[in-house]
């Protein structure tokens, strides 16, 4: 009797502490998802209301297989979409090595300083800064005058609007988020097995490679898919300096679930969308996961 009322006194208390956590994961994550798995099944009436037969035209339509034929569209949007993930990944890479490497060097004060500079773009509204990029790279902009005189443009052009513009806008907003969890690993590296691996003969590129970046690569991995899952669904970004010429993947679902009205294929764009956040999620706990066998080994 006692170790069931202990039972029952568990309960209520798992319930009354991570109870509404749970709550709020189903009712605003799961029940959300699982409605829009449902509706990229349904079919699209001539109005734009949804409802049956169920279908698969909305996953074949993405692929690019429609009622004229094979037409690319869409296999191109996405593979726009991760490019720009990717080109954002390899230039906040570039940029966020050095930097975490810098700021770890510092003493305790000026590293304190140097994150809140990382960390003050975040607190400004995203579309701010990017109509402020917009300013910066218009045609009477100092950073396209610069650029004139670099003779990378012509004179009186801009670098707005453009994959140039895209590319700035997304390294400025998303590098904080690569910064921050390469320096968390950047400031546990065990100097003694740089210093060994020196000792050894070992080339600064040898160095670099077994000794510094297989302690880092937790933060590295972190960074990476912090910056490319949200890369990959940005919309705002390639919308306002793009021109709104240049169509990714979070356009083609702002689009369609918009101005197109057509729900059953957005959600089925969506849910592709999700299932390329779920493999980089996958991926990461994968190699997380083996990077720990080897360390118990």
Known sequence: MMSRHKRCRELWLSLATAG???????????????????ISFLSRGPHGEIGLPWTLENYLRFCGFGLLGYDPLFPLILFRS????????????????????????????????????VIIPLWTNLLIRTYAWQILLAHDGWLSA????????????????????????????FLPFLVLPLYASVEKLDWNLVEAAMD???SGAQVFRHAILPQVMPGLLAGVLLVFIPAVGQFVVPDLLGGAKIL????????????SNDWPFGSAITLLAMGLVMTGLWFYARMMGRRQEVGIL
């Open 20 to 38: 509404p956590g749970v709550f709020w994961l189903v009712f605003f994550l799961l029940v959300p998802f699982g409605l829009i798995a449902v």
């Open 82 to 117: 991760l490019m720009l993930g990717a080109v954002t990944v390899l230039f906040c890479v570039g940029l966020g090595f050095p930097l975490a490497f810098f700021i770890a060097g510092l003493d305790g004060r000026h590293r304190n300083l140097a994150l809140t500079l």
């Open 146 to 173: 610069l650029a004139a005189f670099l003779g990378l443009i012509s004179p009186g052009e801009a670098l707005y609007p453009g994959w140039t513009a895209v590319t700035l806008g997304m390294v400025c907003d």
């Open 200 to 202: 050894l003969g070992a």
């Open 248 to 259: 990714l993947l979070g356009n083609a679902i702002q689009l369609e679930f918009g101005s």
